[in-house]
């Protein structure tokens, strides 16, 4: 399911980055319990958001992508 997929993702990414949820929350100016629900799969996230995501992690949308 390709919101599992993009939840693991950026578990993954955000893990490689040593940051919390909370750290990249802020980082990102979203939610911490917004982010949370993102990342385990349980909210459809906006384009918008993704974008705010991918910029977060310093890679471009199609790099989020990649390999899922």
Do not use: C, P, W
Request: charged letters at 35%; glycine letters at 4%; hydrophobic letters at 40%.
């Amino acid at each position: 399911m390709v919101v599992d997929d993009f939840a693991n993702r950026i578990k993954e990414l955000r893990q490689q980055q040593g940051l919390s949820q909370e750290k990249f929350a802020l980082k990102i100016d979203m939610d911490r319990t917004y982010y949370a629900s993102v990342e385990a799969g349980k909210r459809n996230v906006s384009i918008k958001n993704i974008k705010k995501i991918a910029d977060g992690f310093e890679i471009s949308l199609e790099e989020l992508f990649k390999n899922m």
